[in-house]
């Protein structure tokens, strides 16, 4: 059988802002009463992104948690995470405290996106809590900095560019089930795999302006190609 082509040495953050590029009004979210387009998605991520590097906590390539509802705060916070050069870790937002305790440790997580109501039981955790709500509305308001989208791509690009002649291939996310023993167990996942996922597939290749349901959990697998398949098709 013969190969098909994919941008294996592209990033997942490259693709997205094709997309942007070529249709920044199309809708790139529907979440409930949010609507997102590509440019105001784009736009939010940056933001999020600059504001996450902030806390002492963040270093390049670090694994940030989230522990989120399958809405649009999740996506932001994905896209916020790898144009940060972070690796993200999808929880569950109904993960018991007990497990997201032991990922954390097992994942050496500096810092965990959570949502507002679930601050308080979060607290007695040894990671750095992100409001998320409290972050977001922030930047809906117009409240938090204006970014220069053009001179973020360029930096983002310069690490990129940097960090590949020291590093091996980018990473996407860390995925952890729970293995025979009920011990965490972590998988690190390349982002040229999800490429390869979700990019000129050979079964279902989305189309724009086709919409997909984002069925299952963050913290399976299947979230991969629901989520990614219809952000970077358009």
């Given at each position: 059988a013969t190969a098909r082509p994919y941008p294996k040495h592209s990033s997942l953050v490259e693709e997205f802002l094709k997309v942007v590029q070529s249709s920044p009004d199309a809708m790139a979210v529907h979440a409930g009463d949010v609507q997102l387009s590509y440019a105001e998605l784009d736009a939010r991520s940056w933001q999020l992104a600059e504001m996450l590097q902030r806390p002492p906590?963040?270093?390049?390539?670090?694994?940030?948690?989230?522990?989120?509802?399958?809405?649009?705060?999740?996506?932001?916070?994905?896209?916020?995470?790898?144009?940060?050069?972070?690796?993200?870790?999808?929880?569950?937002?109904?993960?018991?405290?007990?497990?997201?305790?032991?990922?954390?440790?097992?994942?050496?997580?500096?810092?965990?996106?959570?949502?507002?109501?679930?601050?308080?039981?979060?607290?007695?955790?040894?990671?750095?809590?992100?409001?998320?709500?409290?972050?977001?509305?922030?930047?809906a308001s117009g409240a938090a900095t204006p970014v220069q989208t053009h001179d973020h791509i360029l930096r983002y690009r310069n690490a990129v560019e940097q960090g590949a002649a020291e590093a091996g291939p980018a990473l996407a996310y860390l995925m952890f089930t729970s293995g025979s023993t009920g011990?965490?167990?972590?998988?690190?996942?390349?982002?040229?795999?999800?490429?390869r996922l979700v990019c000129n597939t050979d079964y279902h290749q989305v189309r724009a302006r086709e919409r997909v349901l984002l069925t299952g959990s963050l913290a399976f697998d299947a979230a991969t190609f629901e989520i990614w398949s219809a952000l970077l098709n358009g």
């Open positions: 906590a963040w270093q390049p390539g670090c694994h940030i948690a989230l522990m989120l509802e399958k809405d649009e705060r999740a996506l932001i916070v994905m896209l916020a995470i790898l144009k940060s050069h972070g690796i993200y870790l999808p929880l569950a937002a109904n993960t018991p405290l007990e497990r997201v305790g032991d990922v954390l440790a097992a994942g050496t997580v500096p810092l965990l996106f959570a949502e507002n109501e679930h601050m308080p039981t979060m607290s007695q955790l040894d990671v750095v809590l992100l409001d998320t709500d409290a972050l977001l509305a922030e930047i011990t965490p167990k972590g998988t690190l996942i390349e982002q040229c795999a999800v490429l």
